[in-house]
């Protein structure tokens, strides 16, 4: 069992940065891959990136690329999502989770790889 709290959302302006936080509890954290995914009011929760077991991999969604950096510190069981060049569009609840896998061969960017989510926080990024 792993639980999952979300934190380091907020209000910023375009341009700006915003540091995500994902602390989990539960033995397994540092034997699963995580992800972030978001959701923005009217549509469906979308993949934002995801970092292996070790964090010797990234995914990140074209959307996101070169904005936006996954990381985590398994010692601290904790996982990070760091937002620089926000723009309006990544308005959106964030979500974080925890993968049934360490691992993957392709992008994990399907939700049914997910089998712990957190509560979510919301960024919120002006014009």
């Known amino acids: 069992q792993v639980q999952l709290v979300e934190s380091g959302g907020g209000l910023v302006q375009a341009g700006g940065s915003l540091r995500l936080t994902c602390a989990a509890s539960?033995?397994?954290?540092?034997?699963?891959?995580m992800g972030w995914f978001r959701q923005a009011p009217g549509k469906e929760r979308e993949f934002v990136a995801a970092?292996?077991?070790?964090?010797?991999?990234?995914w990140y969604a074209d959307s996101v690329k070169g904005r936006f950096t996954i990381s985590r510190d398994n010692a601290k069981n904790t996982v990070y999502l760091q937002m620089n060049g926000v723009k309006p569009e990544d308005t959106a609840v964030y979500y974080c989770?925890?993968?049934?896998?360490?691992?993957?061969?392709?992008?994990?960017?399907?939700?049914?790889?997910?089998?712990?989510w957190g509560q979510g926080t919301q960024a919120t990024v002006s014009s």
């Open positions: 539960g033995r397994t954290f540092g034997s699963k891959a």
């Open positions: 989770a925890a993968a049934r896998a360490s691992y993957y061969i392709q992008t994990p960017s399907g939700e049914n790889e997910y089998e712990y």
């Open positions: 970092i292996s077991w070790s964090g010797g991999a990234t």
